[in-house]
């Protein structure tokens, strides 16, 4: 339970809120990062390396928090409205190269702002995605920053990118995007009437089951996982407390909430989260 008084990071983006609540306060620098394979322990001065994954499905906490941040860009830059697209770029012919993929973004990335150069410039998340096969496509989230709505025949998005179909996916209705599209990156689905009794890393979302994060063993270990443009923010993180959300969420109540147990050593620690969506307020309870 947060306490009104307690310190929180308070993260908005557009009508997403999230709360973050450390119960241990760490206000110490242990370590300084000296380069990618050393870091120095303060307190001594002793020279260590990191630890080094052999795949990135070991290393989950890395994981996790590139779908986080990769949920924090989405939400503080896509709302669903007309002038943006949700586009998955297939291959024809399929591929395992994932600088071959980076070159062929690239390509369609410079035809396309040939092709809107008249019209608007635009902003773009790109996002790979690795199948069991080792087989990658692409996600491709598109916003037209000087159009009221976002319009591009299939044929000649499919042109420009050259190198197989292109799929066209609404997100009308969908008022958390981050979240839906990081799970739909992350979780697989699976045959509904699998018995899953018992399990704990099962969701079900209209009638279909999903294994949660049984993606994240297919991405190869130093692969990028997205790429976005310049004018992609990331949002701003502020500290307060608890009882100060409400100046920005009113009387509502999380629409998510989750805790998690961090153990170091003998350290141990526990983080609680909460999300608020705005959209769902009830006109009675919206912020002044």
Same mark, same amino acid.
């Given at each position: 339970?947060?306490?009104? +008084?307690?310190?929180?990071?308070?993260?908005?983006?557009?009508?997403?809120?999230?709360? #973050?609540?450390?119960?241990?306060?760490?206000?110490?620098?242990?370590?300084?990062?000296?380069?990618?394979?050393?870091?120095?322990?303060? +307190?001594?001065?002793?020279?260590?390396?990191?630890?080094?994954?052999?795949?990135? /499905?070991?290393?989950?906490?890395?994981?996790?928090?590139?779908? @986080?941040?990769?949920?924090?860009?989405?939400?503080?830059?896509?709302?669903?409205?007309?002038?943006?697209?949700?586009?998955?770029?297939?291959?024809?012919?399929?591929?395992? +190269?994932?600088?071959?993929?980076?070159?062929?973004?690239?390509?369609?990335?410079?035809?396309?702002?040939? *092709?809107?150069? #008249?019209?608007?410039?635009? +902003?773009?998340?790109?996002?790979?995605?690795?199948?069991?096969?080792?087989?990658?496509?692409?996600?491709?989230?598109?916003?037209?920053?000087?159009? @009221?709505? $976002?319009?591009?025949?299939?044929?000649?998005? $499919? =042109?420009?990118?050259?190198?197989?179909?292109? @799929?066209?996916?609404?997100?009308?209705?969908?008022?958390?995007?981050? /979240?839906?599209?990081?799970?739909?990156?992350?979780?697989?689905?699976?045959?509904?009437?699998?018995?899953?009794?018992?399990?704990?890393?099962?969701?079900?979302?209209?009638?279909?089951?999903?294994?949660?994060? $049984?993606?994240?063993?297919?991405?190869?270990?130093?692969?990028?996982?997205? =790429?976005?443009?310049?004018?992609? #923010? *990331?949002?701003?993180?502020?500290?307060?407390?608890?009882?100060?959300?409400?100046?920005?969420?009113?009387?509502?109540?999380?629409?998510?909430?989750?805790?998690?147990?961090?153990?170091?050593?003998?350290?141990?620690?526990?983080?609680?989260?909460?999300? *608020?969506?705005?959209?769902?307020?009830?006109?009675?309870?919206?912020?002044?």
């Amino acid at each position: 339970m947060i306490k009104p +008084d307690d310190k929180i990071t308070l993260t908005r983006m557009n009508h997403i809120v999230e709360v #973050q609540h450390l119960e241990k306060l760490n206000t110490k620098i242990h370590i300084k990062k000296l380069d990618k394979n050393r870091y120095m322990v303060i +307190d001594t001065g002793e020279i260590r390396e990191f630890e080094q994954s052999e795949t990135r /499905a070991d290393n989950e906490n890395s994981l996790r928090q590139t779908f @986080k941040k990769l949920r924090y860009l989405i939400n503080n830059n896509f709302v669903g409205s007309p002038n943006e697209l949700f586009l998955t770029l297939t291959y024809a012919e399929q591929t395992r +190269d994932h600088k071959k993929i980076c070159t062929d973004f690239n390509r369609f990335n410079t035809r396309l702002k040939r *092709y809107l150069k #008249q019209t608007t410039t635009f +902003d773009y998340i790109n996002v790979i995605e690795p199948h069991q096969s080792g087989n990658f496509h692409l996600h491709l989230l598109l916003r037209l920053n000087d159009v @009221k709505t $976002a319009y591009i025949p299939s044929q000649d998005l $499919a =042109r420009m990118w050259g190198e197989g179909f292109i @799929k066209i996916q609404s997100l009308e209705g969908v008022d958390n995007i981050g /979240a839906y599209l990081t799970a739909y990156l992350t979780d697989i689905e699976i045959d509904s009437k699998t018995d899953t009794t018992g399990r704990t890393d099962i969701k079900e979302v209209k009638g279909k089951k999903y294994v949660k994060g $049984a993606r994240l063993a297919f991405y190869p270990v130093g692969l990028n996982i997205f =790429r976005k443009s310049k004018g992609i #923010q *990331y949002p701003e993180r502020q500290k307060t407390t608890y009882k100060g959300i409400k100046k920005v969420v009113g009387l509502t109540t999380p629409h998510y909430q989750t805790q998690k147990t961090i153990q170091n050593g003998d350290f141990t620690n526990k983080i609680t989260f909460e999300e *608020y969506n705005l959209r769902r307020i009830d006109s009675t309870t919206k912020p002044q």
